[in-house]
């Protein structure tokens, strides 16, 4: 059994490095976030879209099952504190300075940067999600009601998705 210590270094070194994120999440966190309860701006929600970039997300289902394989619940336990452990400081330090540290021109040219890239990266999720699902017209129907829906409407995205999700029942 590998030791807690071990465990511990390995996953603050994965979390430390590993860059990613739950693209498809992103419109109904922004629905949430900035249309719905208007936590944050656009532009901040952008910001720190950006900035989540250096979470582990999904990884996080395999730190907790790779802990456990080698350390059992109290390695499990570890693996998922740690690999969370370096973004959540960052987003800490990052959350708390927000205001002062965008107006930091290399903070802010870095942002900007960042956010094509991430709009890359969505584009890309979007279109290897469509790739991997859509193959009929019946798919390519519903994928243009429900961009509509969420685009020119203000239904919630949690209802286009369960729609979709009986329609998809009921059609098939």
């Not at 979470?55 to 693996?79: D, E, K």
């Not at 690999?83 to 300075?97: D, H, K």
């Not at 040219?109 to 859509?134: C, F």
């Amino acid at each position: 059994m590998t030791s807690l210590l071990a465990i511990a270094w390995i996953y603050l070194r994965i979390g430390l490095m590993f860059v990613g994120g739950g693209y498809v999440l992103i419109p109904l966190l922004n629905h949430i976030m900035v249309v719905q309860y208007k936590w944050l701006t656009l532009r901040q929600f952008l910001d720190g879209l950006a900035l989540s970039q250096l979470t582990p997300g999904p990884l996080a289902m395999l730190a907790t099952f790779t802990g456990f394989r080698a350390g059992g619940l109290p390695g499990a336990l570890v693996a998922t504190v740690f690999i969370f452990l370096p973004c959540v400081v960052l987003m800490l330090i990052v959350g708390r300075n927000y205001e002062r540290l965008k107006k930091i021109d290399l903070i802010g040219s870095t942002l900007n940067g960042l956010l094509p890239a991430v709009v890359g990266l969505v584009a890309a999720a979007a279109w290897n999600l469509g790739v991997a699902s859509l193959s009929g017209v019946k798919e390519f129907v519903i994928l243009a009601v429900g961009f509509a829906i969420f685009k020119w409407t203000k239904v919630s995205p949690m209802v286009v998705i369960l729609g979709a999700g009986v329609v998809g029942l009921l059609i098939h």
